[in-house]
């Protein structure tokens, strides 16, 4: 729904979101041109994405829930001890 919003919002204006929500994004993969996937490597990098290395950056950024955290020993970044 949220989606939806922002595409039609953004025939009207321009709009910058940001969000740490997999979901949100995965929403708007009908519309990859609308996404910017931001990445940290030695310095803050920008990259719009086409529609197949985005379903591979969600694939490896998309967040896990507190089952799967145990499962692959993640804890907020960090392996459990």
Do not use: P
């Not at 919003?5 to 009908?30: M, P």
């Amino acid at each position: 729904m949220v989606a939806e919003l922002l595409v039609s919002a953004r025939t009207r204006t321009q709009l910058i979101v940001t969000t740490h929500s997999d979901a949100l994004v995965s929403a708007l993969t009908e519309h990859v041109e609308s996404v910017l996937v931001c990445e940290y490597r030695g310095g803050t990098q920008l990259a719009r994405l086409d529609a197949e290395r985005l379903q591979h950056w969600l694939q490896q950024y998309r967040l896990v829930g507190a089952a799967d955290c145990r499962s692959r020993s993640l804890v907020a970044g960090r392996g459990i001890a």
